[in-house]
């Protein structure tokens, strides 16, 4: 077959040969857009390997609240401390008590949260408070709240948080590395699939980071006020609990003892009657 008559076949078979070139095309985009999209997810999922391995070795991590541990830190020399107290104790003036307490509450700029003041036998009061001052007068206060009234016991809890607030504070800042690398990524795609990946990635991460922030601003409150628990009772008289009894409690003690009285008679009467008969019937006998 000579040159001219294979080139009259292929023309007579354009169509076949355009589908052909077409569908080699369609082929080789598939592929390579796969590609691409596989590179983007590979990126992703290699960053999230390489951050979950090193957050895991650092922080115990893996949670949405990561595991800050109790580690001491003797390296860090300023010392976070939080302190706690319990007091009780006993007052004559109730009115001046209360009224040194809510004056010394105030001197020293701490928040009275909860107030809980009953009466016993309806003049004797109880009161229950829990005090948050600023950690700087927290001794000041506490010195105070022992000169109200005769203190009848006394507790006090220190803690060192020093290890899990700086481990917070660095996962937070490893937290937001790691979302500003999904930024990154996500500036820098033009793949939607990746895009779309990355925007849920970066919501997630910045709840978590919400979450981590959280906590920290727990953590500060508990740093820059201490809590005092504090309970302070009206000290009551030798004689308090003495009750004299009224008409109507011996008015109840009376019959009570009636009854028991006739129910004694109605027990012991046929005894009785039924010895007056034989006593009776003894004498007749002897009569006759």
């Known amino acids: 077959m000579g040159f001219k008559e294979q080139l009259a076949k292929i023309t007579d ?5 355009v589908l052909f070139v077409f569908g080699f095309f369609m082929v080789f985009f598939v592929i390579a857009g796969g590609g691409i999209r596989s590179m ?7 960053m999230d390997s390489s951050y979950s391995k090193g957050y895991s ?15 001491l830190m003797p390296e860090v020399v300023n010392r ?3 302190k706690t107290a319990s007091m009780s ?15 010394y509450i105030k001197s020293n700029d701490a ?6 003041v009953n009466a016993a036998y309806g003049k004797y009061n109880n009161g229950y408070y829990t005090i948050n001052v600023p950690t700087d007068k927290y001794d000041a206060l506490i010195t105070q709240l022992k000169s109200i009234g005769e203190v009848q016991s006394f507790s006090e809890r220190a803690n060192d948080i020093t290890g899990s607030y700086v481990k917070l504070q660095d996962i937070i800042v490893a937290e937001k590395a790691r979302l500003d690398s999904y930024e990154k990524l996500y500036a820098s795609s033009n793949n939607v ?18 979450g981590l922030e959280y906590q920290l601003a727990n953590q500060n409150e508990r740093i820059d006020y201490s809590q005092i628990s504090f309970t302070m009772q009206e000290k009551r008289p030798t004689h308090a609990n003495v009750v004299f009894a009224t008409f109507a409690d011996l008015w109840s003690s009376f019959k009570q003892s009636l009854n028991v009285m006739l129910y004694i008679i109605a027990y012991v009467l046929p005894f009785l009657l039924l010895w007056l008969l034989i006593w009776v019937i003894i004498k007749i006998a002897k009569r006759t």
């Open 40 to 46: 983007g997810s590979a990126n992703i999922m290699a």
């Open 80 to 82: 976070i401390i939080i």
């Open 89 to 103: 104790t006993t007052v004559k003036d109730w009115d001046k008590s209360e009224s040194d307490l809510k004056s």
């Open 13 to 17: 078979n354009w169509l076949l040969i």
């Open 193 to 210: 699939d990746e895009k779309i990946k990355l925007m849920d990635r970066i919501y997630n991460q910045k709840n978590t980071i919400s």
């Open 111 to 116: 928040i009275l949260t909860t107030e809980n």
């Open 57 to 71: 070795e650092s922080y115990g991590g893996g949670n949405y609240y990561p595991n800050t541990g109790d580690s």
